[in-house]
C-alpha cells in the first residue's frame, strides 16, 4: 500500500517557524524556552537547504502597534502598550545567524499586502495573521506551485505557532518532517502525539544526512 505521509527529499521545503529576534532577545516577555540549544540546529537546517537550492520559507509574526491585527490572548498586552514583533524593529527582524546576509530587513509593508519577499535564491519571507502558517496566507499556493509534497518544520515556538502550522499542513496533505532538537517549548509529549496524524521525527543530525548525503537517514514516525 501507498504510504501518503512517508517523506519526499526531492519535494521538500523548509519551513521555519517566527526565528525572530524578539523570541531570543534578553528580557523580551516572549522569550522561548530552550532557544540556546534549538537556534544551532535550525541555522544547520537552513544552511542545508540553502546548500541544495531547495525551498526555504520563514513564516513570520507582526503586530501592528493598535493591536488591531494581534491575537485575542495578546491584544490587550499590545493595546496596553507591550511592543514585541513591532514592524520596522529589530525584535521582529528575522536572527542574525539564519539570515543570508546581515542587512536583510524585513519590508512591512510588502508582507502585510500578503506577497512573499525573496531574501536569497529560493528564499523566502512571508507574514502570517495568526498561529498557523497557512491561515489566511498564500503559502499552500506557493509550495503547489514548487511541487513541493513534503515539509520539514523548524522554529520558534512549537506551542503555538509550530504545532498550528503542523495541523495546518497536515489538513492539507504535506507530508511532515518534524524536527523536535530544531523547536523551542516542545515537549516529548507533544511531539509524540503527532504520530496520530502521520508525522516523521528527525533530529537535525539525520535531517542533515537526508538531505546531503543521499542516505534515507533515520526517519521515524512520531
Known amino acids: ?22 523570541f531570543v532577545a534578553s528580557g523580551s516577555p516572549v522569550r522561548a524556552c530552550g532557544s540556546h ?18 525551498p526555504i520559507y520563514h513564516s513570520v509574526r507582526l ?10 490572548c ?14 520596522g524593529t529589530l525584535g521582529a527582524e528575522l ?10 530587513r524585513l ?6 499586502a500578503g506577497d512573499f519577499q525573496e531574501i536569497g535564491a529560493n528564499e523566502f519571507v512571508h507574514y502570517r495573521p495568526r498561529w498557523g502558517a497557512f491561515h489566511n496566507t498564500g503559502l499552500e499556493q506557493r509550495l503547489r506551485d514548487q511541487q513541493i509534497t513534503t515539509l520539514v518544520i523548524c522554529g520558534f515556538s512549537f506551542s503555538t505557532g509550530g504545532r498550528a502550522s503542523v495541523y495546518e499542513a497536515s489538513a492539507r496533505d504535506f507530508r511532515i518532517v518534524l524536527v ?14 503527532l504520530g496520530r496524524i502521520g508525522i516523521y521525527l528527525m533530529d537535525t543530525a539525520n535531517c542533515l544526512s537526508w538531505m546531503s548525503n543521499g542516505s534515507s537517514g533515520s526517519v521515524e514516525a512520531a
Open 37 to 54: 540549544t534549538a537556534l544551532p540546529n535550525i541555522g544547520a537546517l537552513v544552511d542545508c537547504f540553502r546548500s541544495h537550492g531547495a
Open 74 to 87: 495578546r491584544r490587550q498586552a499590545v493595546e496596553e502598550g507591550q511592543r514585541y514583533f513591532m514592524p
Open 107 to 112: 519590508d512591512p509593508e510588502l508582507l502585510f
Open 180 to 193: 523536535p532538537d530544531a523547536l523551542c517549548n516542545a515537549t516529548e509529549e507533544a511531539v509524540q502525539e
Open 1 to 22: 500500500m501507498a504510504n501518503y505521509c512517508v517523506p519526499e527529499k526531492g519535494k521538500a521545503a523548509l519551513l521555519c517557524i517566527s526565528a525572530q529576534r524578539d
Open 63 to 72: 503586530y501592528k502597534p493598535d493591536g488591531s491585527n494581534v491575537d485575542a
Open 95 to 104: 536572527i542574525d545567524e539564519l539570515k543570508p546576509a546581515r542587512d536583510v
